[in-house]
């Protein structure tokens, strides 16, 4: 196993009545404790997760990181656990940082016992969706004094899952009343489904974020410059979508460049002569990659846009790279952006064809409200401070 990072947070030296045993800051000597528990706290959290240091092929890295850095500055002790599989391995864009602790494992005996001593010394331990130990952690957890939270980044693919098989690998098999909170990376009506399917007694909904300090509009790349482009990892029910929304109309304007960016997709997939495929586009470029384009496609997996209340992460650091976006719809998407003035909302191929007749002056200012709206609403410290109350409430 290995160690990155180690922020320092000293104890508060008042006996306080807060739960969380870190503060930012040391009480003053003359104040009480009523006056320490009107100062920012600042908790020991465990995660363990599916990745943190690859965003090759998951959209759960770069929330990660996001969130994990943001807490980290705010003085929160974090630790991330990631099984050290090889796919992700052989992608892996992130080995360090400075703001928090990522503790790579190569199997769950040979870190059990830190695991154990990790989760007995926090404030809040979370196992996410599709961790590969997701069961073994849920016991450790449940078996704990720490605040048991079940953060689910695949929400619609949980309960499209447990609906036709009555389980799903990575919830424990009592399904997931034990924990003190359930975390929704989609809202909307899923959150009672939650309740209702799989017996979590508190949820809430922690949608994606983006944070402005890598996703910024920067000077455009010949490398990236298209008309209209879209990233996303491959996913067969994302697919039809696609080929309606931007195939299609690639197949209509002929004379104009659509670019697609991506893992996954199957090497026999035909692509129109106008469209150009990059296998991978790390982090580190996105901001390249959507400050370069014309105007940006929003493709949802089929199962997230019938749930409703499904926003990716992509659209957002789209938003705040100053990216017009042209979005399919789903129910609660205009709870996160106005359609038709910070984002335009297509059904089928003649609404992308529509768009992409509209001048660049108008584009212009549409990807320019759509930054205003992610900066004020949709970072990561705005989500970062949402999870903050979510856990004190749970306390």
Not at 58 to 77: F, I, P, S, V
Not at 178 to 205: I, K, M, N, P, Q
């Amino acid at each position: 196993m290995s160690f990155t990072g180690s922020p320092s947070i000293q104890p508060c030296p008042t006996i306080c009545s807060f739960p969380f045993r870190f503060r930012i800051e040391a009480c003053e000597s003359e104040k009480v404790c009523s006056g320490c528990l009107d100062r920012k706290t600042a908790m020991k959290l465990v995660i363990f997760g599916l990745t943190i240091s690859s965003s090759w092929g998951n959209g759960h890295a770069t929330l990660w990181r996001a969130l994990c850095k943001e807490l980290g500055r705010q003085g929160h002790q974090i630790t991330f656990f990631e099984h050290d599989v090889p796919y992700y391995a052989r992608h892996r864009d992130l080995t360090a940082s400075l703001d928090y602790q990522l503790l790579l494992y190569s199997d769950w005996t040979a870190i059990q016992c830190h695991a154990v001593r990790a989760v007995r010394e926090s404030d809040a331990a979370i196992v996410t969706s599709y961790c590969p130990d997701a069961r073994t952690v849920s016991n450790l957890i449940l078996d704990s004094d720490a605040i048991k939270i079940f953060y689910d980044l695949d929400t619609a693919v949980t309960l499209e899952k447990f609906g036709a098989e009555g389980s799903v690998d990575y919830i424990p098999e009592q399904g997931l009343g034990g924990f003190d909170l359930v975390l929704s990376y989609v809202g909307g009506r899923a959150l009672e489904e939650l309740r209702s399917l799989l017996g979590a007694h508190r949820t809430a909904a922690l949608y994606g974020s983006v944070d402005p300090e890598v996703h910024k509009p920067v000077p455009k790349s010949v490398h990236y410059d298209a008309d209209l482009s879209y990233l996303g990892t491959y996913a067969s029910d994302r697919q039809p979508t696609l080929q309606e929304l931007l195939l299609d109309p690639a197949r209509h304007l002929p004379k104009k460049k659509f670019l697609v960016g991506g893992a996954q997709y199957p090497e026999d997939l035909p692509w129109n002569d106008n469209v150009w495929f990059i296998p991978h586009v790390p982090p580190s470029e996105h901001a390249a990659f959507y400050s370069s384009c014309g105007a940006t496609l929003n493709v949802t997996r089929a199962a997230m846009a019938g749930v409703g209340y499904c926003p990716s992460g992509r659209l957002f650091e789209a938003a705040a790279c100053e990216a017009p976006i042209v979005s399919d719809w789903w129910e609660g998407l205009d709870e996160f952006f106005d359609p038709g003035r910070e984002l335009l909302v297509a059904r089928c191929s003649e609404d992308v064809i529509d768009t992409l007749e509209r001048s660049p002056e108008e584009l212009r200012r549409i990807g320019k409200s759509a930054r205003e709206r992610a900066l004020g609403a949709h970072t990561a410290r705005h989500r970062t401070q949402q999870l903050i109350e979510f856990i004190e409430a749970a306390a």
